[in-house]
Each structure stands twice: as C-alpha cells, then as structure tokens.
T-cell receptor, first 115, second 112 residues
C-alpha cells in the first residue's frame, strides 16, 4: 500500500489566493483527519470525517477554511482567501476505526507558505 | 486543545543510552498512543496502550500507563542515531468519536 498520499508537498502562494490541498487516504480506511502543525500551536485537528461524512469541524479556524470528502478515496482542504497566518504544515491522516483501536496513518504533509 | 503534555520538551542523549519521556493528560481515556515524527515527515504510530493495561513492550520501546495519575511514559532502550525525532503522545478521551489530542512533543537527539 502506498500509504496516505498528499499533494502538493509544498505550496507557496500570495495572500488572498485560494489554496487547495488534496489527500488520498489508505484504501479501506473509513476515517480521515486534517491536521495543522505549527511551532506555536503544535498539532491541531481541523476536521474529521467518518464514512465520508464530516463529524467534527470544530477545529476549523474560520469560514475561510472548508473541507470536502466526495468519496472514500479523496478529500480536499481549501483555504480562501489565504492569509500569512495560515502558513503551516497540513497533514492528512486516515484510520480504520473500531472499538479497540484507532491508530492513525499520516501522510507526508503539505508545507504551505502564504506570503 | 492539547490533552496530553510531554515532558521534557527536549532530550539529548548518547547513542546506547536509554531515553525516557513522560506524558500527562487531563481527562479519562480509552487508550493512549505514542507517535514519532522525523524531521520533515508525517507522524508514525509506535504503540497503543489501552486504559486497562499498565505496561506494553514493542521491540526497544516500553510504555507504561498510570490512569490514577493520568500519566504515561515512553522508554527507548539502547538508543540509536535513527531514534532522533520528536515523540508525541495522543489520547482519545473517553468518548467514541475517535478523535485524538496530541501533546506538544518531546524532541530527542541521539548523539553518535
């Protein structure tokens, strides 16, 4: 298995531009998580899907952020318009949820720089 | 918000020595997990310990859990240069929503 795939790996954009981050979870996994990692705030959960349905988006910073999961093999995180404070590494993770385990498998991340 | 807090924030040891880091959390949990993150990479799951377990081993890793103190420790024995990484504990809370809360991490540097 290729693991969780994220694209792009690096993104540099200017303030005000729209940014779309993409994630392909591990085949067969039923949960998908978007995280943001910064030095100041550590690893923050932004949103979590289960069976393609958003379950908890309480971590989404504001309306500029939106996430979709149109099918079990693809998810996007969109920032529109982007701001310099959105600069961070964004991780996607997937897992096969069950009562006894919820190990998450992380992608390599997208390093976003907003100028 | 971060449920788990690791201690120390950073640790520097000589190759071959043991490394111990601790995690404290605030609410009841179903299980606690430890992850490793190498520089520039995503997190990798190391070990999961359930709330009814007190100790677990995986290779050179030993994890303990004390639910009465709401704390866990990760011991890496006979450290190697490849163990240089940040280590995070993650807790799931006592709900069934499968979310994990990660601590700020302990950065471990193993000197050759």
């Amino acid at each position: 298995d290729a693991g969780v795939i994220q694209s792009p790996r690096h993104e540099v954009t200017e303030m005000g531009q729209e940014v779309t981050l993409r994630c392909k979870p591990i085949s067969g996994h039923n949960s998908l998580f978007w995280y943001r990692q910064t030095m100041m705030r550590g690893l923050e959960l932004l949103i979590y899907f289960n069976n393609n349905v958003p379950i908890d988006d309480s971590g989404m910073p504001e309306d500029r952020f939106s996430a979709k999961m149109p099918n079990a093999s693809f998810s996007t995180l969109k920032i529109q318009p982007s701001e310099p404070r959105d600069s961070a590494v964004y991780f996607c993770a997937s897992s096969l949820q069950g009562w006894a385990y919820n190990e998450q498998f992380f992608g390599p991340g997208t390093r976003l720089t907003v100028l | 918000s971060q449920q788990g807090e690791e201690d120390p924030q950073a640790l520097s040891i000589q190759e071959g020595e043991n490394a111990t880091m601790n995690c404290s959390y605030k609410t009841s949990i179903n299980n606690l997990q430890w992850y490793r993150q190498n520089s520039g990479r995503g997190l990798v799951h190391l070990i999961l310990i359930r709330s009814n377990e007190r100790e677990k081993h995986s290779g050179r890793l030993r994890v303990t859990l004390d639910t009465s103190k709401k704390s866990s420790s990760l011991l890496i024995t006979a450290s190697r240069a490849a163990d240089t990484a940040s280590y995070f504990c993650a807790t799931d809370g006592d709900s069934n929503d499968y979310k994990l809360s990660f601590g700020a991490g302990t950065t471990v540097t193993v000197r050759a």
